[in-house]
Nanobody, 120 residues
Framework: QVQLVESGGGLVQPGGSLRLSCATS????????KSWYRQAPGKERELVARITSAGGISNYADSVKGRFTISRDNAKNTVYLQMNSLKPEDTAVYYC?????????????WGQGTQVTVSS
């Protein structure tokens, strides 16, 4: 059974930091690209950061470059999002995603989301 479980969200003041975690199970973690998405109220879900299956390449939305860092621990089957210098506009539900295409079929898994609120 595939599971992605996010944790680490919460309320933080502007300029603060949070570290999100996504613990996974039920699939070959190392074979999947891992991403963090977010969705703010009334807005579409957007890609925040992605790391390749091998972990060698990471990409970020322009709005978070220099502030957020995605990483993964293959031994723990966990992907992280370190968020620094948080702004009110970072407020959203953050979702973990794992995706791969294998033999012409796409495998696409999502977590349930964790709320991040940046407010004074």
């Amino acid at each position: 059974q595939v599971q992605l479980v996010e944790s680490g969200g919460g309320l933080v003041q502007p300029g603060g930091s949070l570290r999100l975690s996504c613990a996974t199970s039920g699939f070959s973690f190392e074979s999947y690209a891992k991403s963090w998405y977010r969705q703010a109220p009334g807005k579409e879900r957007e890609l925040v950061a992605r790391i390749t299956s091998a972990g060698g390449i990471s990409n970020y939305a322009d709005s978070v470059k220099g502030r957020f860092t995605i990483s993964r621990d293959n031994a723990k089957n966990t992907v992280y999002l370190q968020m620094n210098s948080l702004k009110p506009e970072d407020t959203a539900v953050y979702y973990c995603n794992a995706r791969r295409t294998f033999r012409g079929r796409e495998y696409d898994y999502w977590g349930q989301g964790t709320q991040v609120t940046v407010s004074s």
